[in-house]
């Protein structure tokens, strides 16, 4: 992004680089004194007039419109010393779109850059549905810059029948288009999103087995039941489920135990596995059996 001219009002752009100029600040100090001049005239000569007028003035409401005309007049002469929004410099944006940005700070191009509420400017981009985090400075003569900290989503809760995007601290992400993010694991349970960083922390680090999981419930307000291959149901335990987890990994790196019509290993007793096979799988084994 580069900047905009004077002549017309044109909504900035927006620049990735963190890095300004080397120091344009120094050419409008060096056309300061001129403009200087006449502020401090103006602002002496604010101070004199309100002296002079005393408290009828006050009591009348001259002195705030005095103060406004004032204000009006050293924010114009600002503006022509060189102090007017040219350039809007971003750093870490990544899913907030350009134009919702851009409408939440409120300025324009040619605007004078002592004028903007930064404040104001600042509440409105940290409620934007993605930023986590933001800072917005002037950087003089004539570029606004904002340092942007983005949610990261890590998942979709399911609730009563719909899906939500979730960042990495449980809270909701506010998104219509939820399909974008189908590849996310599917979280079940109220009390899920606030305990799902840890519960799938612990699934990839068995990478080969957690890449396979499709969806987590929180059960009971206490454990959880992993969904894998969308078909199979593993029952992990309360205590310790890291140590079940990779049990079960082993268990099927060397012996492929989720590959035989299994639909639920239940963990949830320490030191034992119980596997339940599917209706048809155990009728065929059945059949076998007389056979023989």
């Given at each position: ?6 002549s017309k009002r044109r909504e900035p752009t927006l620049s990735k680089s963190s890095r300004g100029a080397p120091n344009r600040a120094s050419s409008w100090l060096r056309r300061l004194p001129t403009h200087g001049l006449i502020l401090s005239c103006l602002f002496i000569g604010a101070l004199a007039g309100i002296g002079g007028v005393g408290w009828h ?236």
């Amino acid at each position: 992004m580069r900047t905009v001219g004077k002549s017309k009002r044109r909504e900035p752009t927006l620049s990735k680089s963190s890095r300004g100029a080397p120091n344009r600040a120094s050419s409008w100090l060096r056309r300061l004194p001129t403009h200087g001049l006449i502020l401090s005239c103006l602002f002496i000569g604010a101070l004199a007039g309100i002296g002079g007028v005393g408290w009828h003035t006050v009591n009348s409401g001259l002195l705030t419109r005095l103060a406004m005309s004032t204000e009006a007049a050293v924010v114009d002469l600002t503006r022509q010393s060189g102090l007017e929004i040219r350039d809007v410099m971003v750093v870490g944006r990544d899913r907030t779109k350009r134009d919702d940005l851009l409408r939440a700070i409120g300025t324009q191009a040619g605007d004078p850059i002592l004028k903007i509420d930064l404040q104001g400017a600042h509440a409105r981009v940290a409620g934007l549905a993605w930023v986590k985090e933001a800072r917005l400075e002037r950087r003089l003569p004539d570029t606004i810059f904002v340092s942007l900290v983005e949610r990261q989503p890590m998942a979709l809760w399911q609730r009563d029948g719909k899906l939500h995007v979730i960042d990495l601290d449980g809270g909701v992400i506010p998104n219509r288009d939820v399909s974008k993010f189908s590849d996310l694991p599917i979280v079940i349970g109220d009390e899920a999103p606030t305990r799902a960083r840890e519960v799938l922390t612990m699934l990839a680090g068995e990478p080969d087995l957690g890449g396979r999981v499709r969806a987590i419930t929180w059960v009971s307000e206490r454990r959880w039941d992993v969904r894998v291959d969308d078909q199979i149901n593993v029952q992990l335990p309360e205590q310790d489920p890291s140590e079940a987890w990779a049990q079960l990994a082993k268990m099927e790196r060397e012996h492929g135990v989720l590959r035989r019509d299994v639909i639920t290993i239940d963990m949830r007793l320490r030191d034992q596995l119980v596997v339940r096979v599917a209706p048809a799988a155990a009728a065929r084994k059945r059949d076998r059996g007389r056979d023989t």
